[in-house]
C-alpha cells in the first residue's frame, strides 16, 4: 500500500462517486461497498438516523449482485492507480465463497473483505461473526476458493473478539479488520417507534471509538497477521491512535458522510505528525502501545 489509510466499506461508493472531490489513486486502498452473490434491496426506509457523535444505518448490503460489479463497476474502477477491494456478504458459507470465486477471477482486485459482521441483515452477516465456529466456517468455504489477500472484517457485537480472530487466522486469513459497527436503537418518542424500519442497526462515528482501539489493541498483541482498524476514525490523530494500537492501517467510514476529502486529510496529517515528532515511517509508530 501506499499509505495506511483506506476507505471503509458502504461509505464511499465504488470510489467513483467520490472522484470530483479527491484524487483516489493517493488513498492507499479502497474498499467498495457490500457485494453478495444475488442483487439485494437492502431494508425499507427509514435505514439511515443521526445520534449524538455518530449515526445509526440498516441499509441492509443494497446492492446489484457480483455478477453486475464484475460486468459494469470492473471495467470502471480496474484502472485505478491503488488496491480496490471487494467488501464481500452472504447468507451461508457456499454463498460466501461463490461470490468470492467469481472476484477472484477479476485480475486488477488484489483482496476482499469478508463482511461476516454485519447487524443489519436477516440473513448471514454478523450470525457468522459472532460464534468461532460460524466464522471458521465462513473463511474456511472462502478460503478453499479464493486464492488472493482475503481480509476478515469482524463483529465487536461478541463476548471475546480475540477469539473469533483467532479462528479467522486459523482457518487462514490473511488480515482481520475491526470493528464493525456497534448494534444500537434509537426511539422516536413522539410516535413511539424506533426511528429504523426494522428497529436496530449499527452504530458507528466518533462514540465507537474507544470500543474500536480497545478492541484493535487487544487483537493485535493475539494474532501473528495484520490488523486492520476502523471506528469513528475523524482525524490524523485519531489514525495515530489505532496504528499505535497495533493497527498497521485503517479504515475511515462515517467521516466520509462529513467530508469527502478526509482520507487525504488523515493521510497528511499522519504525515505531518511522524515528521514533526522525528519518524521517518509509520513503521515506527505502529503497536508502540
Known amino acids: 500500500m501506499k499509505n495506511p489509510v483506506m476507505t471503509a466499506s458502504g461509505t464511499f461508493g465504488y470510489g467513483l462517486e467520490f472522484a470530483d472531490f479527491v484524487p483516489l489513486d493517493q488513498i492507499g486502498g479502497i474498499i467498495v461497498k457490500g457485494t453478495t452473490l444475488h442483487p439485494r434491496q437492502g431494508n425499507d426506509y427509514p435505514r439511515m438516523a443521526e445520534t449524538a457523535q455518530g ?13 453486475y460489479f464484475c460486468q459494469h463497476i470492473y471495467p470502471q474502477v480496474k484502472d485505478i492507480d491503488t488496491n480496490v477491494i471487494v467488501n464481500v456478504s452472504g447468507s451461508s458459507p457456499d454463498d460466501y465463497a461463490e461470490c468470492a470465486a467469481r472476484i477472484d477471477a477479476l485480475e486488477r482486485i488484489p483482496a476482499i ?20 465456529s460460524g466464522a471458521a466456517s465462513v473463511v474456511r468455504a472462502v478460503r478453499e476458493r479464493y486464492h488472493k489477500t482475503l481480509i476478515v472484517k469482524l463483529s465487536p457485537n461478541v463476548t471475546n473478539i480475540v477469539d473469533i480472530a483467532r479462528a479467522c487466522e486459523d482457518e487462514g486469513a490473511d488480515s482481520v479488520s475491526l470493528i464493525n459497527t456497534l448494534m444500537g436503537m434509537a426511539i422516536d418518542i413522539e410516535k413511539r417507534k424506533p426511528v429504523l424500519s426494522i428497529g436496530t442497526g449499527g452504530l458507528s462515528g466518533p462514540a465507537v471509538k474507544p470500543v474500536a482501539v480497545r478492541m484493535v489493541w487487544q487483537v493485535a498483541h493475539a ?30 467510514g462515517t467521516a466520509n458522510f462529513i467530508d469527502p476529502a478526509v482520507t487525504i486529510k488523515v493521510r497528511d496529517g499522519i504525515n505531518a505528525w511522524l515528521d514533526a515528532h522525528g519518524c521517518r515511517s509509520v513503521q515506527e509508530i505502529i503497536g508502540a502501545v
Not at 449515526?55 to 455478477?67: A, E, P, R, Y
Not at 473483505?113 to 468461532?132: D, R, Y
Request: proline letters at 3%; glycine letters at 14%.
Open 55 to 67: 449515526m445509526l444505518n440498516c441499509v441492509g448490503l443494497q446492492n446489484k449482485g457480483v455478477d
Open 113 to 132: 473483505e469478508l463482511n461476516i459482521s454485519c447487524p443489519n441483515v436477516k440473513q448471514g452477516g454478523m450470525a457468522f461473526g459472532v460464534t468461532t
Open 223 to 252: 494474532v501473528k497477521i495484520p490488523v486492520v482498524g476502523l471506528g469513528g476514525i475523524m482525524t490524523a490523530e485519531d489514525a495515530i491512535e489505532f496504528l499505535m494500537a497495533g493497527a498497521t492501517a485503517i479504515e475511515i
